[in-house]
DNA sequence: GTCTATACGCTGATAGAC
DNA sequence: GTCTATCAGCGTATAGAC
């Protein structure tokens, strides 16, 4: 909390004029951003789209959302276990859904012959720890260049690196 | 330490009889992994190998150390920010040389007509992030199918998902 | 709304008996 | 080498003046 007050000019103590608790900043931070993607799930979904090119939209959704949220997406990946009940459930089933849709696109796309029949979990897990970790590392990119970053990670997650 | 005395059934006061200081415990976890994968990059490069099967080697070297080191290795992705001076500088210095070494080996594929001409850095990061986060993950498979997961992975990072 | 002062629980670590 | 007792510091949070 001392941290964050720093960061906007205050003592600790005057935050809590803005906020009731720590616990529930955590909360507000990673279920808005959790928000965002199952929105961004559901449009995707509603598309009438090949499941490859499904793929490649939610590639778009998680750059999207990192380079407009750059401050909160850390959270996502560690500090969710940090939450409290009832919350800790919500936003778990949040993921879980979110997780379950994406594998549900990467197994049709196998049964379509667009991607390889290799094992679905193995695949997800592949593609959404890079997704998850841009955020460490894709300040590298000015932001003129976020296009090239979407479509070289398209690249490299979907169409493979191989010659 | 509490937590960690009841896992090994004492007081925490009476791990200090075994260690000097929680520090001192990070430290040491930390760089002995490190080390390992330094000592593996090491091995890998001494070989005569094509750039391509180097790179499968190092995916193989991930697994290995995830699968044998399984509770220190969670500590590696997050964790070493906690270190203090000197073993800070330590462990960065560890780490850069081996992405540096990583990203050569990438480059030289890429320059061998091994791999596409892609963003060598975007590569790099793409490739560990996901063997980062393996641990993470990676239970879901039994002792016995390790050699899957190495060559699931392989093909998923290197050869490519898309048919 | 911000400040100072302060309460209070938790955590890393030490002292000293056994 | 383990225990109990204890400490000092930190972090979240509240009270109350301004």
Redesign the interface.
């Known amino acids: 909390m001392r941290d964050i007050a720093r960061e906007v000019g205050m003592e600790a103590a005057s935050l809590y004029n803005h906020i009731s608790s720590k616990q529930l900043l955590l909360k507000e931070l990673l279920l808005e951003i959790a928000q965002l993607f199952t929105e961004g799930m559901k449009v995707i979904n509603s598309q009438d789209l090949p499941s490859?090119e499904k793929l490649a939209a939610l590639i778009r959704l998680h750059v999207d959302i990192t380079v407009s949220h750059t401050d909160a997406i850390s959270l996502l990946p560690?500090e969710w276990v940090h939450l409290e009940e009832p919350s800790l459930q919500a936003f778990i089933k949040l993921k879980d859904a979110y997780e379950k849709e994406f594998k549900a696109i990467i197994t049709l796309a196998m049964k379509e012959?667009?991607?390889?029949e290799?094992?679905p979990?193995?695949?997800l897990?592949?593609i959404l720890?890079?997704l998850?970790?841009l955020y460490s590392?894709y300040s590298?990119y000015s932001s003129k260049d976020i296009d090239r970053?979407k479509e070289?990670?398209i690249?490299?997650?979907?169409?493979?690196?191989?010659?």
Do not use: Y
């Not at 690249?155 to 493979?160: A, D, E, F, M, N």
């Open positions: 490859f560690s012959g667009q991607l390889k290799l094992d979990e193995l695949t897990f592949s720890s890079t998850r970790w590392w590298k970053l070289g990670l690249v490299s997650l979907l169409h493979g690196i191989k010659t």
